[in-house]
């Protein structure tokens, strides 16, 4: 069940209807003790200080943000002061809302090579691969849709994530229909950051549409359409 930051949620879970237990797994080894809503608390006043989020252990926990929280913490099980547990090996999906992108900061401190974090982006690929040790600034990372992964072995831990994601309003950009041969195309003059543009190609004639070639200014890179 996703959350806000003005509503509990889940993680993904299974319910036995027979004996009314939850379960982190589909075949039910691993009971869920505590299913409260996600953790996060409140800053002083107007600031938005304080609020945080911890990775599962397990399973995967969907926040879905609404835009009245702009920043907060994520860290691993053992909170901010704390070492995290053996066996970690779960995912936290989180999506920004219309008009903002999500930037991803901070540090780790985990077993070297054993126990990493991966940040992943909306369509799966990998912004920071399987990072791990000791590591005072992981760089800046951008995406709508960011998904973390933690995973620790069965020994040696250590102080963990002390992660910022800050909500970033996204800018415009100019959008410049260059040519078509054949027939036109036609679409919005600006779209922001990471937002779906929608392109409309009408061939004239009996001329049969061949594709499309979408291109950043002043590089070679194109982009998916």
Same mark, same amino acid.
């Given at each position: 069940?996703?959350? &806000?930051?003005?509503?509990?949620?889940?993680?993904?879970?299974?319910?036995?209807?027979?004996?009314?237990?939850?379960?982190?797994?589909? %075949?039910?080894?691993?009971?869920?003790? *505590?299913?409260?809503? /996600?953790?996060?608390?409140?800053?002083?006043?107007?600031?938005?200080?304080?609020?945080?989020?911890?990775?599962?252990?397990?399973?995967? @926990?969907?926040?879905? /943000? *609404?835009?009245? +929280?702009?920043?907060?913490?994520?860290?691993?099980? !053992?909170?901010?002061?704390?070492?995290?547990?053996?066996?970690?090996?779960?995912?936290?999906?989180?999506?920004?809302?219309?008009?903002?992108?999500?930037? /991803?900061?901070?540090?780790? @401190? &985990?077993?070297?090579g054993c %126990?990493?974090?991966?940040?992943?982006?909306?369509?799966? @690929?990998?912004?920071?691969?399987?990072?791990?040790?000791?590591?005072?600034?992981?760089?800046?990372?951008?995406? @709508?849709?960011?998904?973390?992964?933690?995973?620790?072995?069965?020994?040696?831990?250590?102080?963990?994530?002390?992660?910022?994601?800050?909500?970033?309003?996204?800018?415009?950009?100019? +959008?410049?229909?260059?040519?078509?041969?054949?027939?036109?195309?036609?679409?919005?003059?600006?779209?922001?950051w990471f937002?779906?543009?929608?392109?409309?190609?009408?061939?004239?004639? %009996?001329?049969?549409?061949? !594709? +499309?070639?979408?291109?950043?200014?002043?590089?070679?890179?194109?982009?998916?359409?």
């Open positions: 069940v996703p959350a &806000t930051f003005s509503t509990g949620g889940t993680s993904e879970y299974w319910h036995c209807e027979r004996c009314g237990k939850d379960f982190y797994d589909e %075949d039910g080894w691993n009971e869920i003790d *505590d299913f409260g809503p /996600l953790n996060y608390e409140g800053g002083q006043g107007n600031s938005t200080d304080g609020y945080y989020i911890l990775m599962p252990t397990s399973g995967t @926990k969907t926040l879905a /943000l *609404d835009g009245s +929280i702009k920043t907060f913490k994520v860290y691993d099980d !053992g909170g901010k002061d704390g070492n995290y547990s053996n066996y970690s090996d779960g995912y936290l999906q989180m999506s920004a809302p219309e008009g903002y992108y999500l930037q /991803l900061t901070g540090s780790i @401190k &985990t077993e070297l %126990d990493m974090l991966t940040v992943y982006d909306g369509t799966g @690929k990998k912004l920071l691969e399987e990072i791990s040790s000791e590591v005072s600034n992981i760089g800046a990372f951008n995406s @709508k849709t960011m998904k973390l992964y933690f995973y620790s072995d069965f020994s040696t831990n250590d102080a963990g994530l002390d992660l910022t994601v800050t909500l970033v309003e996204a800018p415009s950009h100019t +959008i410049t229909i260059a040519n078509a041969d054949g027939g036109q195309v036609t679409g919005p003059a600006s779209a922001k937002a779906e543009v929608k392109l409309t190609a009408t061939p004239e004639g %009996d001329n049969l549409l061949s !594709g +499309i070639t979408v291109k950043i200014d002043g590089t070679d890179d194109e982009v998916e359409v």
